[in-house]
């Protein structure tokens, strides 16, 4: 359950990252129109909106003696490595 909750939540600063580098770069549009940078951050927006949504049913749907984040130490990546 850590693990995805991390990864989800890195998922989440790099598409945050992204809207902003998005915004950075693109020209200014012209007044009441819509240009090609802002479709790309309305789908970022959305894809944050559902890993949090995703993080909160993951925590929510772990049984609460495990919900402890103290079992990230506790990790054995050649376990992870075999699988």
Same mark, same amino acid.
């Not at 995805?4 to 809207?19: E, H, K, S």
């Not at 009441?32 to 909160?56: H, S």
């Not at 609460?64 to 050649?78: A, C, G, Q, V």
């Given at each position: 359950? +850590? =693990?995805?909750?991390?990864? *989800? @939540?890195?998922? $989440?600063?790099?598409?945050?990252?992204?809207?902003?580098?998005?915004? $950075?770069? $693109?020209?200014?549009?012209?007044? @009441? &129109?819509?240009?090609? +940078?802002?479709?790309?951050?309305?789908?970022?927006?959305?894809?944050? =909106?559902?890993?949090? $949504? *995703?993080?909160?049913?993951?925590?929510?749907? &772990?049984?609460?003696?495990?919900? *402890?984040?103290?079992?990230? &130490?506790? =990790?054995?990546?050649?376990?992870?490595?075999? *699988?």
């Amino acid at each position: 359950m +850590a =693990i995805q909750l991390i990864f *989800n @939540g890195g998922l $989440a600063l790099f598409f945050v990252y992204c809207y902003f580098y998005i915004d $950075a770069i $693109a020209p200014e549009p012209k007044p @009441g &129109t819509m240009d090609g +940078a802002q479709w790309p951050q309305m789908l970022l927006i959305l894809l944050i =909106i559902f890993l949090i $949504a *995703n993080m909160y049913k993951i925590y929510k749907s &772990t049984p609460e003696e495990e919900r *402890n984040l103290s079992s990230i &130490t506790d =990790i054995n990546f050649k376990e992870l490595y075999k *699988n």
